[in-house]
């Protein structure tokens, strides 16, 4: 039971997590103005999500406990799954919805790069890095792998601070039904 339900239990996690996140960086585009009150929101919202699933799965494992390293298993899967919804929304959004915001984004990162590599690099080398910057930018492979990292590693971190109180020691008085 505890094992067909863990999957299950962290896609959904993962998916309302990614939702989440999604719905950050959407409403940082259509109000930046807004956006660090946005991302600290986003930010409450994961840490309570993250401890709201975590804890739904506690009372599955019974006297046996829920070790910290079993919480932190639970986290990491939630953060791949979170990285797969973010990563497919953001794919969606940088090639369809929010394709200028996109565009300005890596304008401006193209011209950073120019500023600060003018001496030492080629101009041919600055237009094939300037290319290669644009694919990975719109590329749904790079975007979805690299919102699945992220998102394992930043769930991961919340989770090492998250585990601390979700953990729960096995009953030392539990004589196994006898």
Known sequence: MIGKTFWQDASIGGAVLGLVNLAEVALSVVLPSNAGIISIASLVATIYLI????????????????????????????????????????????????????????????QQMRELYSGMMKPEQMTQMAEWSRKAMFSPAVVLVSNIYSNVIGKAFLGLFASLAIKRDPDIFYNNGQ
């Open 51 to 110: 401890i709201y699933f975590t804890r739904k799965r506690v009372p599955l494992y019974g006297h046996y406990g829920f070790s910290y390293g079993q919480c932190m298993d639970f986290i990491v899967v939630m953060g791949l799954f979170a990285g797969v919804m973010q990563g497919a929304g953001q794919v969606i959004m940088a090639n369809f919805f929010f394709t200028d915001y996109y565009n300005g984004l890596l304008v401006e990162a193209q």
